[in-house]
């Protein structure tokens, strides 16, 4: 046992059994360790429209709920169908960038998406094999075999027309040697997937064993999902974005990123503002999503950015994004969370496929969005207002002097909290 020698007065974390513990509970003891005050204590109980019961159930060690703003994007067509978008992030400018550029997007049926089928890969690590390139084709062998054992875990999922329908098999050199690493494919239909593929890839793994002889060792989903993909697409005209300079302007930034990974970084991370506002509306592991969205960038063994900007031979701008996009409407914290099952109302999508094309259009439109910006005016201006207005409130500034206390900070170049302080107290003395 080690000693730790703690100064007198000094706290611990170490709480044994705290997640049995009542919420109100856990949040005396949390509150006792920082020192949080009534005020702080009562903010964290606040309930609002995720109840501490379902927040409970969803995670461990709960202590209250904490709100993001929830907006809607306007504008998005795609595919011929009108969608209002749910966004939650806590960044100022990424909803009305989004809904700005779904308005320039909206001749000839809007943006174009479509996903592929909806399957996951679930992997399993096989060790300890003598001889692994035989064993690769001993498990070939007895591929329809593998299938079957799968898909005897999942009945519906297979009424439903999905279940595990192929599988790959690749020796892998590793710094542990050679092993194999087996792919079951499989077909999530409405969920996310990780569920059914991890059960699926567990349940097949003693047959493996029986038939190589080695030691199955991981049995996990693959978050690099580039086999359920989502492509979209959109020609943006000329004339609509100020002219074939600014379409010229686009392509060169993304130009930039495709010669740059410390560029495509941030490229990509526009995108994934877009697609991440949508996943956290409707209670997506989004985790998931960032991980094989980067991944994918990666894929050719260099980082690029997601999307393609060309200038078509009308000189338009044509854009196109191919990224990963494994998102669910069944199961998992979509079915749990109240508004996530408000957001997907809203959205009105009725496949896990759907939303997955939604989110690619979102994510094409948003990248358009920070380009144009950054191209032509610097992506600053707007920020620099949205980002007055918010210091404006913070200074208690309400109604019109939110406004009027922005303006004067912008036309002094002066954006500060102490200014928007002494604006608000001015300007409330005159009154
Ligand atoms: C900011 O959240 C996102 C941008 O940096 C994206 C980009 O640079 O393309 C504006």
Do not use: C
């Not at 501490?52 to 169908?81: H, Q, R, S, W």
């Not at 079957?148 to 009424?159: F, H, S, Y």
């Not at 526009?270 to 998931?288: E, F, K, P, S, Y």
């Not at 409407?329 to 496949?351: N, R």
Request: net charge neutral; no cysteine.
């Amino acid at each position: 046992m080690s000693l730790v020698l703690r100064l007198p007065g000094e706290k611990t974390s170490r709480i044994p059994g705290f997640y049995k513990l009542p919420i109100k509970e856990r949040l005396e003891k949390v509150a006792d360790f920082a020192g949080l005050t009534d005020e702080e204590k009562a903010l964290l109980l606040k309930e609002g429209n995720l109840d501490f019961k379902t927040a409970d159930i969803m995670i461990e060690n709960v202590i209250g709920t904490m709100a993001y703003p929830f907006a809607v994007a306007v504008n998005f067509l795609i595919n011929g169908k009108d969608y209002m978008v749910p966004m939650v992030i806590e960044e100022s400018s990424v909803v009305a960038a989004a809904s700005n550029a779904a308005k320039v997007m909206r001749r000839d049926g809007g943006i174009k998406s479509v996903a592929t089928d909806p399957v996951m890969i679930g992997q399993i690590q096989v060790i300890k094999l003598r001889n692994p390139w035989y064993a690769k084709m001993q498990i070939i062998e007895h591929k329809d075999e593998i299938l079957e054992l799968a898909n005897q875990q999942d009945p519906i999922l297979v009424k439903l027309g999905g279940g595990a329908k192929d599988l790959e098999v690749r020796v892998v050199d590793s710094p542990r040697g050679p092993m194999v690493i087996v792919h079951l494919l499989v077909d999530v239909r409405d969920a996310m997937g990780a569920n059914a593929v991890n059960t699926m890839a567990e349940s097949v793994s003693p047959f493996i064993e029986k038939i190589t002889g080695g030691k199955t060792h991981l049995r996990i989903i693959s978050n690099l999902a580039d086999r359920r993909l989502v492509r979209s697409w959109v020609k943006v005209y000329k004339e609509d974005i100020g002219g074939e300079e600014v379409v010229d302007a686009i392509v060169d930034a993304w130009a930039f990123a495709a010669a740059d990974p410390y560029r495509a970084a941030t490229h990509n991370k526009g995108i994934m503002n877009g697609v991440i506002a949508v996943a956290l509306a409707t209670a997506q592991d989004h985790r998931a999503i960032e991980a094989g969205a980067h991944a994918y960038a990666a894929h050719f063994g260099r980082y690029e950015p997601l999307t393609h900007w060309e200038k078509d031979e009308d000189g338009n701008l044509v854009g196109s994004l191919e990224m990963p996009m494994a998102v669910g409407i069944v199961g998992g914290a979509t079915k749990v969370h109240p508004v996530a099952k408000v957001s997907l109302k809203i959205l009105g999508v009725k496949t896990a496929k759907e939303l997955a094309e939604v989110m690619g259009a979102v994510g094409l439109a948003q990248n358009f969005a920070a380009l144009r910006a950054l191209a032509t005016e610097g992506i600053q201006r707007g920020h620099m207002k949205l980002h007055a207005r918010n210091l404006a409130v913070m200074a208690g500034a309400t109604g019109d002097l939110i406004e009027e206390v922005a303006r004067r900070m912008i036309e002094e170049g002066k954006i500060t909290f102490p200014r928007a302080k002494e604006l608000v107290e001015e300007l409330t003395s005159k009154k």
